[in-house]
Every structure is written in structure tokens, then in C-alpha cells.
């Protein structure tokens, strides 16, 4: 009875709570990659799996969070130093940007808002012979403009030229 009441009053309250909401509610999912850091960028775009994802949690969702770069096993690229060099040591800006583009189109098709983590915390974790260690550009001053200037920079104007761009939430970093 207990939990018939509270599931009562939960619902209740959401209902409450979207009638006296100001502006739109957002119910999300976490589905953060289908191949961990290489969906994007990184030689596993798989249209079908996202556009199959979307079409399933839309009737019960409307925002989803995916994780970019993951821990960075394949994009950003790093140059010796760790530093950032560019997007992608496994393809042209331009395939990440067409990339990219198709997975917020695929959101706006099923109406969700598309939130972009840009980094799992597991970036700063020695995962895997030595891939993820990339703390170094949070860490230092320089990490942080290697960072900005050659895959943050680049990824909002890759954005800013999207068709629904004006869909997307950026995250810099999980938990």
C-alpha cells in the first residue's frame, strides 16, 4: 500500500510540478556511447544503432546525453607531449563533423535534445596500457588552451554550422 501511495503522490507531484513549470521539462536518459570513445570521429559512427536508440526511448524521454571523446582513445588526437593536435588521428575533421551532424540530426527526428559530455572522468585514469591518461590538459594551462584551440574551438563551430544546433547542451566532464 505503501509504495501504491508513494508512486501516487510521485506522479502527482510531476504533474504538478510541469503544470507550474515556466518553461519546458526535460526527462532524460544517460546513453553514453554505443562504441565507447570511438562513436564519433573515431572509425564506429553507426547510424542505425543511434536512429534504432532514438526511436526507442523517445516516447518516454525527451533529452539524451552521449559522451564525445570518452577518455580519449580516439579523439581528441595528442601529440608525444600529450598535448591536443587536432580532432581526429583516425579521420578528417570533415568526417567528424558529418558525423556529428547526423547524430543531431537523429536527435531533432525524435525530438530530443541532444546533451554532450564532452569528457568521461575516466580521461584521467591509466585504463587500458596507458590510453586515457590525458589529465594533463584540465591539469595545466597549456592542456587547457591545446584543449580549446584545436578540438573545442573547432568542435562549436562544427555546431554552429549543424542544422538544430540550438538543441544541444554541452557538459564539459562527468561526475
Not at 532524460?28 to 570513445?37: E, K, M, R, S, V
Not at 563551430?157 to 549543424?162: D, K, T, V
Given at each position: 500500500?505503501l509504495?501504491?501511495?508513494a508512486t501516487?503522490?510521485?506522479h502527482?507531484?510531476?504533474t504538478t510540478?510541469?503544470e507550474?513549470a515556466?518553461?519546458?521539462?526535460?526527462?532524460g536518459?544517460?546513453?553514453?556511447?554505443?562504441?565507447?570513445?570511438?562513436?564519433?570521429g573515431?572509425?564506429a559512427?553507426?547510424?542505425?544503432w543511434f536512429?534504432?536508440?532514438f526511436?526507442?526511448?523517445s516516447?518516454?524521454?525527451n533529452?539524451?546525453?552521449?559522451?564525445?571523446?570518452a577518455?580519449?582513445?580516439r579523439?581528441p588526437?595528442?601529440g608525444?607531449?600529450g598535448?591536443?593536435t587536432?580532432?581526429?588521428s583516425?579521420?578528417r575533421d570533415?568526417q567528424?563533423?558529418?558525423e556529428?551532424h547526423e547524430l543531431?540530426?537523429?536527435?531533432?527526428?525524435?525530438?530530443?535534445?541532444?546533451q554532450?559530455?564532452?569528457w568521461s572522468?575516466?580521461?584521467c585514469k591509466d585504463m587500458?596500457?596507458g590510453?586515457g591518461?590525458h589529465?594533463r590538459?584540465?591539469g595545466?594551462?597549456?592542456g587547457?588552451?591545446s584543449?580549446?584551440k584545436?578540438?573545442?574551438?573547432p568542435?562549436l563551430a562544427m555546431?554552429e554550422?549543424?542544422?538544430?544546433s540550438e538543441?544541444?547542451?554541452?557538459?564539459?566532464?562527468?561526475?
Amino acid at each position: 500500500v505503501l509504495l501504491i501511495l508513494a508512486t501516487v503522490s510521485l506522479h502527482t507531484l510531476a504533474t504538478t510540478s510541469q503544470e507550474q513549470a515556466k518553461g519546458p521539462v526535460f526527462v532524460g536518459i544517460n546513453a553514453p556511447w554505443n562504441a565507447y570513445g570511438y562513436d564519433i570521429g573515431g572509425g564506429a559512427w553507426d547510424s542505425n544503432w543511434f536512429r534504432n536508440f532514438f526511436q526507442t526511448v523517445s516516447a518516454s524521454s525527451n533529452i539524451a546525453r552521449f559522451f564525445l571523446h570518452a577518455d580519449g582513445r580516439r579523439t581528441p588526437s595528442f601529440g608525444p607531449t600529450g598535448l591536443v593536435t587536432g580532432l581526429s588521428s583516425t579521420s578528417r575533421d570533415a568526417q567528424f563533423e558529418s558525423e556529428l551532424h547526423e547524430l543531431l540530426g537523429l536527435a531533432h527526428e525524435h525530438s530530443m535534445v541532444l546533451q554532450i559530455c564532452l569528457w568521461s572522468f575516466d580521461m584521467c585514469k591509466d585504463m587500458h596500457h596507458g590510453q586515457g591518461l590525458h589529465a594533463r590538459i584540465i591539469g595545466t594551462n597549456e592542456g587547457v588552451r591545446s584543449y580549446v584551440k584545436y578540438a573545442l574551438l573547432p568542435i562549436l563551430a562544427m555546431l554552429e554550422r549543424a542544422p538544430h544546433s540550438e538543441h544541444v547542451i554541452i557538459e564539459v566532464m562527468n561526475e
